[in-house]
């Protein structure tokens, strides 16, 4: 049954799709930054697709708040504008959420967070399942939400800083480079390109076939974040066979 005009999906749902995706990819590097000098070019970023059971940031920030009414004890250092970043990626996940979940008309809806320092990636993940079924006006209320989210978490993650590297092997170059010539070595790079787009590039000794790369910038594969959590697929599935063939011989 074709559901009705004002309900098919198009390309902006498939867009909003994949930047809720992108957001729960970068969430682990987010959850990383709160410990200061952690991420922000002091290391590289993780695009991670795996769910970790339980983070320990929790028990940290009960810690340290438990620290502001015990002055003997030191307290654990947070960066607290990342710790306010978390909290409202979670606040627009669920209201994201929300507001898909009833346009799409499911019956029975995610309960909301436990606290206001609860994972996003349920709520991040279900909405972006559902926004096919969801009308344009919803969309169209939803996409200037994500996009500030995203922009923000991109300032936080200093992923707009040119050359941040990201903690993957490239499937296709399996990371070899002139600086790593015999490959595994981290080739991607992100890059703030024209148009406030930001972008991985590999920079390894890569050619990618044409159906894997989003497009090409000054000769180099690249990949817009809509595309990460794709991209975070194909690196840890080659991760994974590369695994095995370790094993194998
Ligand atoms: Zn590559």
């Given at each position: 049954m074709r559901p009705p005009p004002d309900r098919e999906p198009g390309p902006l749902a498939d867009r909003l799709a994949a930047e809720l995706d992108a957001l729960t990819v970068l969430w682990p590097a987010i959850v990383e930054a709160?410990?200061?000098?952690?991420?922000?070019?002091?290391r590289a970023v993780e695009l991670s697709v795996?769910?970790?059971?339980?983070?320990?940031w929790l028990a940290r920030m009960e810690r340290h708040e438990r620290a502001d009414v015990a002055p003997g004890e030191a307290p654990v250092p947070i960066e607290l504008d990342i710790v306010d970043l978390m909290t409202d990626v979670l606040a627009d996940a669920v209201m994201l959420y929300d507001a898909v979940a009833e346009a799409a008309g499911v019956a029975e809806p995610l309960p909301p967070p436990s606290s206001g320092l609860a994972d996003p990636r349920p709520y991040l993940g279900a909405a972006a399942f559902r926004l096919?079924?969801?009308?344009r006006q919803t969309l169209a209320w939803a996409a200037p939400i994500l996009r500030g989210l995203t922009a923000r978490v991109a300032r936080a993650l200093a992923l707009a800083d040119d050359g941040q590297v990201v903690a993957a092997v490239c499937p296709w170059c399996h990371g070899l480079s002139p600086q790593s010539p015999t490959g595994g070595g981290y080739t991607w790079k992100v890059h703030a390109l024209p148009g406030d787009q930001i972008a991985i590039l590999c920079w390894g000794l890569c050619e990618p076939p044409l159906r894997d790369v989003g497009t090409w910038w000054r000769g180099k594969p690249c990949w817009p974040m809509q595309q990460w959590a794709w991209l975070a697929r194909q690196a840890a599935a080659a991760e994974q066979r590369r695994a095995r063939t370790r094993r194998a011989s």
């Open positions: 709160r410990v200061p000098g952690s991420a922000r070019r002091t795996q769910a970790r059971e339980e983070l320990d096919d079924r969801v009308d």
